[in-house]
Every structure is written in C-alpha cells, then in structure tokens.
C-alpha cells in the first residue's frame, strides 16, 4: 500500500534561517505528490505540487520542493523562514485511485 | 469567488446522535471529497463524488453515508456518534476528474461528548 512518511513531528528554526521539511512516499508508480499548508483552526492550502517534468517544483510563499526519484523524497524547502510561516506542513501523495495518502504532519515554530 | 463554505463550522453531539455535514464547493467544481482529520495527525480519505457520483470511500465503517446533490453540494452523515467520531472533517472541491487540485474548506469542528 502507499504511504507517506514526514520525519520530525515537529521542526523549529530561527527567524531567516533556512527551513527543510522531510517527506518520503512509497509507491510503485511515478507519484503525484503535494504539500499543503494548515493555519490553526483553518482548513489545508496547497503550497506546491508535482506530477510531471520538472523535478524542482516552486510553490506559493517562496517554498519550492524536490522530486528525487532515486531517493523517493520531496523535501520542501524555504531559504529564509517568517514568523508567519510557523503552520503544520502535510505532504500527501496520490494513489492510483487519484485519492491524498497523507503524512502525519510536520508542525513548524519559528523562533525571534 | 467564493471558496468551499463547510457548515456548520462547529458542532456538539452526543454518543449515538446523529449528524450532518454539509459542503458547498466552488463554483464549477463538480467533485467533493471528504476527510477526517484526528486531533495530531494527517487527514484520512472518507468518500469522493463526482457528478453525483460516488467514486471512492476510505476505510471508514457504514454509519458514515454521503451524498451529492444536482448543484454539486455535498452532505456527510454519520449515525451513533461514537467519541472517536470527534475530529475535523474536512470537504475540498475539485475541478477535474481525475482529482487533481483539491481546494479545502475550513472544516467542521465535531465534537462528541
């Protein structure tokens, strides 16, 4: 079956520091894959997504993530964090029934 | 443009009520889906329509039901609301089929006492 792994529940950076959130999927075919964003008592934004061609995907708010097929990741990515990124982070596949297989969330603090 | 409106936003019920969700998706937008989102953890997949259609259902037991209307809107029912029925649920809309740019509402905040 599918699924999807983020490693660290939680990830805190500084203010301006670089933010790095894990993902990994398993899948037997070529996957869709996306990162959505959820503010505190709202409803999930998609950031980004990947379903084909290139392999760095830039989304909303300055993140861009990475497909890499050899290592079966799509690590989202910011070079300078804001106070007003601290959300939860969920990356999510699609299977082959075109429904989200979701990761368990990454929650993001942003230190001043 | 409107976005997907969910109602009611939040809600109170007790063990063996009855509830129902209901969705509006953007206009245009002819697929809902449904998840659970558990306090701490990722949304989990409950049902796909599309054009009236269901066209997927997560691993979820019979008490939970939903339909799609003639204007796309969507209902979610669940019977004798168990404790671990407490969650958000959330609705997004879709233009497409396949689903493949899911837009979510804010969610329905279930509670069961």
């Known amino acids: 079956a599918q699924s999807v792994t983020q490693l660290g529940s939680h990830v805190s950076v500084s203010e301006g520091a670089l933010v790095l959130l894990r993902c990994n999927y398993s899948?037997?075919?070529?996957?869709?894959l996306f990162w959505y964003v959820q503010y505190p008592n709202q409803g999930l934004q998609l950031l980004l997504k990947?379903?084909?061609?290139a392999t760095l995907v830039k989304g909303i708010n300055g993140f861009e993530a990475e497909f890499k097929k050899s290592e079966t990741s799509f690590h989202l990515t910011k070079p300078s964090a804001h106070m007003s990124d601290a959300a939860e982070y969920f990356c999510?596949?699609?299977?082959?029934?075109?429904?989200?297989?979701w990761g368990a969330g990454t929650k993001l603090i942003i230190k001043p | 443009d409107a976005g997907v409106t969910q109602s009611p936003t939040h809600l109170i019920k007790t063990r063996g009520q009855h509830v129902t969700l209901r969705c509006s998706p953007i206009?245009?937008?002819?697929?809902v889906s449904w998840y659970q989102q558990v306090l701490g953890q990722g949304p989990q997949f409950i049902f796909q329509?599309?054009?009236?259609?269901?066209?997927g259902r997560g691993n979820f037991p019979d008490r939970f039901s939903a339909r799609q209307f003639p204007n796309y809107s969507s209902e979610l029912n669940v019977n004798a609301l168990l404790l671990g029925d407490s969650a958000l649920y959330l609705c997004?809309?879709?233009?497409?089929?396949?689903?493949?740019?899911?837009?979510f509402g804010q969610g329905t905040r279930l509670t069961v006492v």
């Open positions: 997004a809309s879709s233009p497409l089929d396949p689903f493949l740019e899911a837009f």
């Open positions: 206009s245009g937008h002819k697929s």
């Open positions: 329509y599309y054009e009236k259609e269901e066209r």
């Open positions: 899948s037997s075919v070529p996957p869709y």
């Open positions: 990947y379903t084909t061609g």
């Open positions: 999510a596949s699609m299977d082959s029934n075109y429904q989200l297989i």
